[in-house]
């Protein structure tokens, strides 16, 4: 009787309601999650790194980690860049070896481009950031009649985020390899 | 003194009050009842499915967790809210997979009052590592400097298999100490480039170490 009371009485409109409702407010709340957190990797990193400049982080140790549950299994280097002003220029060659990567990412934390080191050959990656892949990079040598003799860049379009080269820590005898390495790799404005 | 007939005016005006009143409490109870609801379903299954993941998100193997889509520019809105409260710059699963253990493979929480034994095989020809943390992922201090363990840097055995002790007092071998760390967690990342271009069985690489706790104190 108690129940059927209830049922009568139940306001059926809100009941079914409650559910587009929260519906509703989970998609909201996912979407809009990873704008709400104040920490996110790109905000952590950006303000020690300066704008278009490759820089060797120091090896990850207690209270020293630029982020959380950054392994001290590989060294970094890191180009906050912008492309506003330009296209930037990424280059480096990941040696022959396991473990090695070059990442562009996103200031959602995308990996908009990624490629790893292979243990047969170096790998030499060459890239242009551009803002947009509409953006004029200026005439190829091909349209000038030219031949190129190198690789011609990879085109990635991106405003801003962190060009990330990861090097596997592989010891103390091989820490000056390693940094030698990374220490190589180059992020340079241009202009248009 | 007012008669019964001056009174009565007044009580039905006091009874249509109390009806109405009774009326704005329900439906006062109702609204707070629905937004209550709402709030409750609609930010409370997002926060699980962000924090903890679901088999939509996520790959479970024992203790192990990762997030399938971690680090892609494809990646689900649930992996992207995920990385980005947790504050990690994530490599693409394109490239390495990254799991992380809160647990022992009997489900019990990882704690720096335990010691574990954390045993596995090389997973084929990637580089692999495992570093210990403690659970809010900073690097646990130690007077030996030894936070992670990769594939270049741990002792095996001769058939291939590994072992690595996480406790806080020195151990022989490969020793992860763990210090007063609390509640700790274990990361295993490994390069997948090799078995996704070969083409090999998917399970090949999902042969992560079981964690084994040894004793307590």
Redesign the interface.
Known sequence: MKVANLLKNA?WQ?IL???V??????IC???A??YL?A???YS??APGLTVNNMQLLSA????A?P????????RYAMCRFDTSGGPVTVSATLPPD??W?L?V?TP?????Y?T?SVPARPTPVSLVLVPSEEAFLGVTPEARGIARDIQPPTPVSATRG?V?V?G????YSYQRHVEAVLKEARCTARSF | MLSHSALAPVHLGLHRLHKRVLMAVGILG??A??IG???I???G??WY??DVGTRLTTEKHGPWVGWTSA???D?D??T??H??????????T???LTF?ALTDSDGNRLHSSCDYAVEGREPG???W?L?V?ND??????NAA?R??Y????IALRPDGTFAVTLAREASPGNWLPTGGAGRL?L?F?T?D?ATTMLGKSADETKQLPVIRRVQCR
């Open positions: 306001n809100l309601a409650a559910p409702a929260a519906g509703i407010l989970h709340a996912t979407l999650a990873p957190t920490a996110s990797a952590r990193l990850a140790a207690p209270a980690e982020l959380p549950f950054m392994s001290p299994d590989a396991l473990g990567t990442t990412v959602q934390g995308d990996n908009i990624a790893a962190i990330v990861r596997p820590d592989k010891g | 109702d609204w009842t629905f609801a709402v709030l379903l609609g930010l299954t997002s499915m962000i680090g892609r520019a990646a809105p649930y992207r809210a990385f980005a409260r947790l504050g990690t710059l994530q490599l693409t394109e490239i390495a992380v020809n990637h580089w590592s570093t943390f809010r992922g900073d690097l646990i201090a400097q936070y992670t990769t594939s270049e840097s967690a990361m990342t390069f480039a």
